[in-house]
């Protein structure tokens, strides 16, 4: 079975950071590093060479495959902040209906301007994703 391509790994969160090109999502994505860091308490680490995690947990397919992944994260991607919030969006419709323009995908959270949400929403949505997976195995189904 192959190898998952996106690994934690040694790089640089600051200098993967700094090399954002857009000044506005580089300093958005500053600023949400710095707040799920003092959410989670976690040391921001990178995963492949574009995802800065916290934490991990480890999942189980019924195939047999299985691996680690950030239990948050996020990157500056060009179109928008994307946030990973593994464990999914349904026990979060109270926060996301407090947060402020975004839009989700299965478990991601996209946000194109920080100042333009709740930061104290968003930190409890940080606190309880990190809450719900952070150092847990999780049986999952096949994406």
Known sequence: MAEPKTTRND???AAFLAAVADPGRRADAEAVCALMA???GAEPVMWGSAIIGFGRYHYRYRTGREGDWPAI????????LTLYVSA???AYEDLL???GPHTTGRSCLY??????VDQSVLKELVIE????LDGRTVAAEQP
């Open 88 to 90: 999914g969006f349904e």
């Open 111 to 116: 946000l194109k301007r920080l100042a333009d």
């Open 97 to 99: 209906s407090r947060l």
């Open 11 to 13: 790089g640089d969160v």
């Open 38 to 40: 003092a959410a989670t």
């Open 129 to 132: 994703g990190f809450r719900h």
């Open 73 to 80: 994260g996020l990157s500056p991607r060009k179109q928008a």
